[in-house]
């Protein structure tokens, strides 16, 4: 009897790899989301002059709006892109110099009660995680951070001590 079974060549074990490798880079190496406004465009609009109605047109609807209630309103674009260091997905190596970087950005507008354009800000930023030695040293935690319940952190001066600052802690 002969064996009609077939071992993969190494060539296409690691062709598959690589095929594979490819796709999952394509699929999972970014994310967006939100509205991107180029700072150029910002020259379009005229204090003063272009109203609320405007500048959706232009940009879309904002993705989030703030209402005072004095009327005025505040329309603000943000937008954040996500991206996988490619080094990140290289086997058994990625975990020690892969990474992420983001850039974001933010445009407020902020309209008078008739809603005509009183002013705008633009913010850009950009930054990156890296893991494993691309991570370099962390260095000390930021303190208080992350913030969740504190009702159990009892206050430096007793339970007595009327809270006097921000963070609802004694001051001595």
């Known amino acids: 009897m002969t064996d009609i079974t077939r071992r993969p060549s190494d060539r296409s074990v690691a062709a598959i790899t690589l095929i594979g490798l490819l796709i999952s880079i394509l699929l999972t190496g970014c994310a967006a989301s939100g509205v991107k406004v180029d700072e150029k465009r910002l020259a379009e609009f005229q204090k003063g002059k272009t109203t609320y109605a405007e500048v959706v047109q232009a940009l879309g609807q904002p993705t989030s709006t703030v ?33 992420s970087d983001m850039n ?43 913030r969740g319940d504190t009702s159990a952190i009892p206050s430096p001066s007793g339970p007595n001590c009327p809270p006097t600052n921000r963070d609802g802690r004694c001051t001595p």
């Open 67 to 99: 209402l005072d209630g004095n009327g005025s309103r505040m329309a603000i674009y943000s937008y954040a892109a996500y991206r996988t260091r490619p080094e990140t997905f290289i086997p058994y190596i990625g975990v020690f110099v892969g990474g």
């Open 104 to 146: 974001s950005s933010a445009v407020v507008f902020s309209f008078d009660q008739s809603g005509v354009l009183l002013s705008y800000a633009s913010s850009q930023s950009q930054f990156g995680a890296g893991t494993g030695f691309a991570a370099g040293t962390a260095g000390q935690r930021v303190p208080d951070q992350p």
